[in-house]
């Protein structure tokens, strides 16, 4: 779907891979609301973004307030105009610690913004996507969603049950005029740490000694993706190579990411 003259949603809109998907987006005469739960940020990412409100709606909620999600579409039809597509950008990583050193609470937290923060956009929005003579839906993954990475397994088992979720989602909506994308993206220098409340490397790939991606290019890849009609798409030169080494040779790619990481596990 071409994003000219359309309207699309993009969570995590306040930093990051989010800010330049709304500058991407914008760009390319697309109208651009911008959802993330800190007000100060999102205001940052409209002016950066140097449009009016009739092309810039911002939205302060977090993906895992179900109710105030489900009231969205409603709302933003009504003041915006309907939503042509969303991009589900919002997530955290977890601790760099092992499985058995995680807390339950922590696990918690990961799934319900990485994967129910997910669902729940969907679930809300795909009734009136489903009614626009095109629409999209974008879904964030990670290289971790396909390859296991020690230290952010539930991280990685969150990101895998979105690629694997949105892969059903694409069968589910083949004869309907809703396309769907996941994306893979490697490292990309982002303060992802600091949104999830870590004092940590921004990303696994960084401990493999991959160059990180700036997040205008992911951006870039991301909508050129969306705009292809792209059933998946990684970002960022450590998620090709590893997507292809892990179809090639699981345990080789496991074992060589397990070295990689060995320095930032916490034993």
């Not at 009016?52 to 105009?81: A, H, Q, W, Y």
């Not at 290289?143 to 589910?172: D, H, N």
């Amino acid at each position: 779907m071409k994003v000219k003259n359309k309207t699309i949603l993009v969570t995590g809109a306040g930093s990051g891979i989010g800010r330049a998907l709304c500058q991407r987006l914008i760009s390319k005469n697309a109208r651009v609301i911008g959802l993330d739960m800190n007000a100060d940020a999102l205001e940052e990412t409209k002016k950066i973004c140097g449009v009016g409100k009739d092309k810039f709606m911002s939205v302060i909620c977090s993906v895992t307030d179900e109710k105030r999600i489900s009231e969205l579409p409603k709302e933003i039809n009504d003041s915006f105009g309907p939503v042509d597509g969303i991009i589900n950008n919002a997530g955290i990583i977890q601790k760099f610690v092992m499985i058995k050193d995680l807390s339950i609470e922590d696990v918690r937290k990961v799934m319900d913004v990485n994967f129910y923060g997910t669902v729940y956009m969907i679930k809300a929005f795909l009734p009136s996507l489903l009614q626009r003579p095109e629409a999209h839906i974008v879904n964030i993954s990670s290289m971790g969603g396909f390859l296991p990475v020690p230290g952010q397994s539930i991280y990685g088992a969150s990101k895998a049950a979105v690629k694997l979720m949105t892969e059903g989602l694409y069968s589910e909506l083949q004869d309907t005029g809703v396309r769907v994308t996941v994306i893979f993206p490697g490292a990309v220098e982002t303060n992802i740490s600091v949104n999830s409340g870590l004092d940590v490397p921004t990303t696994s790939a960084d401990a493999a000694k991959f160059k990180a991606l700036k997040p205008e290019a992911a951006a870039t890849k991301i909508i050129d993706a969306m705009e292809k009609n792209a059933f998946r798409a990684t970002v960022g030169p450590d998620a090709s190579f590893l997507d292809k080494l892990y179809r090639l040779s699981p345990v080789y790619a496991t074992n060589f990411i397990r070295k990689k990481m060995s320095s930032l596990l916490k034993q």
